[in-house]
């Protein structure tokens, strides 16, 4: 043999072995676990994502009981008119847009609740696309029907092109606070 050159003993390949099945298993676990999080619920590892309306904040926020707990949910990649921020007056459309909400998510509904890339927002809520037992996508329905803007914040934009799409047909045809305010952010 040259000099410089030594072949690893077999205990050293054995020990590189080890260590290349470990690095292996690891990122597989971790593609796993961020498959789940990308849509396969909303929840910790062992939760479905099942939950239970408990109550409608405003037009794009919820209370559920998921589980033991009650938790607070931002649904993602939609805003609808401020109606709770003490900060701010009632915003156009959005007694309308929370109305509407409640009607599509009552106390007791059974929903869905799908994670996208970020489970928590800034605030500790829960961020999800929010599915009822019917499959309505109700994210989607509230952009339909013009209850509500598209307001993504990357990563989390899995359903983007989809609501997108949706407030162009909505503002298109004068939908909801398109038709009575002119669009969002405008104060009736």
Known sequence: MGAGLRVPSRRARRRRRRLLLLVVVVALVLAVRARQGGGGG???AGEDGQASVVRVVDGDTVE??????EETVRLIG?????????RSPVECF????SARTKALLPAGT???LVADVEPRDRYD????YV????????????????????LTYPPNVAHEDELTAAAARAREN???LWGACGGPDDEG
């Not at 559920?64 to 707990?69: D, H, K, N, P, S």
């Not at 959005?94 to 847009?97: I, L, P, S, T, V």
């Open 94 to 97: 959005g007694e309308e847009a």
């Open 125 to 128: 809520r829960l961020l999800a």
């Open 110 to 112: 059974d929903v869905r």
């Open 42 to 44: 909303a929840g910790p």
């Open 174 to 176: 004068g939908r909801g």
């Open 64 to 69: 559920v009981r998921w589980g033991a707990r």
């Open 131 to 150: 599915y009822r037992d019917d499959g309505t996508f109700v994210n989607l329905a509230l952009v339909e029907d013009g209850y509500a803007s598209v």
């Open 78 to 86: 939609i805003d609808t008119p401020e109606t709770v921020d003490p």
